[in-house]
């Protein structure tokens, strides 16, 4: 029964992954935004398409700064942002830990060595040093807090999927099966899910950005003036919204810090002490 599930899930994937990146050609959305969207999608399938459309897609021409104002689909920009980025170092720690059998305490430290490294210093600050001025060092500085709160839950839901997951069907800790390509993806989207509250908070208290538009100038000539101005205050809202700390205090963001580093020390905890 899982290889009937398993050859559906990867079937469904293989369309919704062509669907978003043919899609999102024409979506307003920042590029690395859109490559987000498309990785999302190879982890985590029909889902990952499914909040393309649900949070990202223009509903109508001019609409798109409107539709992804809400803070549900800011957090959801945030979330996946994460998760594209955390998840391709978290996939290629598995695989050479599968690949050359490391112990499990080696291949979690691995794992996410490369994942917050991936995910901050290029997805999160190569990327968008732009909302930084421009300068790299400082969006190191700027999105370190963040990267790190955030990876902390991807990760601590990630390592009990995968325990679990690769203790009950034999095989899939050999990153050449389905099953361990299934079962990673799997604990990708369950880690979206664990990382989105926190996400939440992060853009609430404007520690992260969420979605952002951009617009060639043939696009702006075909909405408003009204509409052009409401672009403008959306998109420095997101590009800004990583910049001001001064909203919370820092003794707060440490507490969220020390808070984060507990559920993934849970999380390895979990791992290092479940038989199955």
């Not at 050609?25 to 982890?43: A, D, H, Q, R």
């Not at 994460?82 to 599968?98: E, F, H, R, S, Y």
Request: proline letters at 4%; aromatic letters at 12%; glycine letters at 10%.
């Amino acid at each position: 029964m899982l290889s009937g599930v398993m050859l559906l899930w990867f079937i469904l994937t293989a369309f919704s992954v062509l669907f978003v990146v043919v899609d999102s050609i024409k979506t307003p959305e920042s590029p690395v935004l859109k490559w987000g969207f498309i990785l999302l999608t190879i982890y985590t399938g029909p889902i990952g398409a499914f909040l393309y459309v649900l949070g990202c897609r223009e509903p109508l021409p001019g609409l798109h700064e409107q539709y992804t104002a809400t803070l549900w689909r800011q957090v959801l920009g945030s979330t996946m942002h994460c998760v594209a980025g955390d998840g391709l170092g978290i996939l290629a720690g598995a695989i050479i830990g599968g690949m050359i059998h490391l112990s499990k305490p080696t291949e979690i430290g691995l794992e996410y060595l490369l994942g917050f490294g991936f995910g901050w210093t290029i997805f999160q600050a190569l990327f968008m040093k732009a909302s930084s001025g421009g300068s790299f060092y400082k969006a190191l500085k700027n999105t370190f807090i963040p990267e790190l709160v955030s990876m902390n839950y991807l990760m601590a839901a990630m390592i009990v999927v995968t325990t679990i997951g690769m203790n009950l069907v034999p095989g899939s800790d050999n990153p050449l099966t389905a099953e361990f390509w299934f079962i990673m993806s799997m604990a990708l989207l369950v880690g979206f899910i664990a990382a989105y509250p926190i996400n939440w908070w992060l853009v609430s208290n404007h520690l992260k950005h969420g979605m952002m538009t951009v617009r060639s100038k043939s696009d702006d000539d075909t909405i408003s003036s009204v509409q052009e101005h409401s672009s403008h205050d959306v998109q420095e809202s997101s590009h800004n919204s990583g910049n001001h700390t001064d909203k919370i205090s820092n003794t707060v963001i440490w507490i969220m810090v020390i808070v984060s580093f507990i559920v993934f020390g849970s999380g390895v905890g979990f791992s290092l002490m479940y038989k199955a």
